[in-house]
């Protein structure tokens, strides 16, 4: 009887196979229908008509915070030393001829932490001369006047690393003659600021490049007196700064000079 059983399947093996995908396919659906449906909280970010004052005050402050973040980058990016700290790093990296090593990230990650360092107390006075107060519940401070109070620790900042020629050119362009510091346009401090600080990584940067530049002729000369003018200089020179930079504790030198280019 099994062994009829047996051909009998083998013989019809298609249509029971068909058959049980069927069954299998119903059952999952029949499950699936029959499980709960969690419901997905939606989150919705708007505005709309306020009731009164302190709903729409709210709200052009949510706002507020929006534009500040969409614009964070470019702020973090030109007020702060993060250019003069990844310019720098970059210098070091292109000097050494180590290629991509440190990769991008590294620079980027350890310029931005140096970033936070240096710009840590200006941080501390924006938040408590704007931030806290402009947040804090029951706030009256209108927005004009919380960013003009966040400008001032900012532009102290950049004053303080902006060359007067650099300054000067900008306020001549704009046919501004600001008696003190404080009457300065902060959208003339700020490009100011900015190429001050190019100015100044370019400088570094050059100082920099000089020792390794005379490692490279160093090493291609004494090549060409031996008469291996066909082996690469960089295998011998790459080596050869790499210990040179290492013996002088290069990077703990550069991040150092680095924090004290801005009075840390």
Do not use: H
Not at 93 to 114: C, E, K, M
Not at 157 to 176: A, P, V
């Amino acid at each position: 009887m099994i062994n009829g059983l047996f051909a009998w399947f083998w013989q019809r093996r298609r249509g029971v196979l068909v058959w049980a995908s069927v069954l299998s396919l119903l059952a999952m659906a029949g499950l699936a229908y029959c499980q709960q449906q969690v419901p997905v909280p939606s989150v919705n970010i708007g505005i709309g008509n306020g009731s009164d004052r302190e709903q729409l005050g709210a709200q052009f402050k949510i706002l507020a915070l929006l534009t500040v973040l969409s614009v964070a980058p470019a702020l973090l990016i030109l007020t702060t030393a993060f250019t003069r700290i990844i310019i720098i790093l970059s210098f070091t990296r292109q000097a050494l001829g180590a290629q991509n090593i440190p990769p991008n990230q590294v620079l980027v990650g350890l310029s931005l932490f140096l970033t936070f360092f240096i710009m840590t107390p200006t941080y501390n006075e924006i938040n408590k001369a704007a931030i806290e107060p402009f947040f804090s519940q029951g706030s009256v401070v209108p927005m004009d006047v919380a960013l003009k109070n966040a400008e001032e620790p900012l532009k102290k900042f950049m004053l303080k690393n902006t060359y007067e020629s650099d300054l000067k050119m900008f306020l001549d362009f704009r046919k501004q003659k600001p008696k003190t510091r404080a009457e300065i346009d902060f959208m003339s401090v700020v490009p100011a600021f900015v190429v001050s600080e190019l100015k100044t990584a370019f400088v570094i940067g050059f100082y920099i490049f000089v020792p390794f530049v005379v490692i490279d002729l160093v090493v291609a000369s004494l090549l060409m007196g031996m008469g291996m003018m066909m082996m690469p200089p960089v295998v011998i020179s790459l080596p050869a700064k790499l210990l040179v930079f290492v013996l002088a504790d290069g990077w703990s030198v550069l991040i150092r000079a680095i924090l004290a280019g801005y009075g840390t």
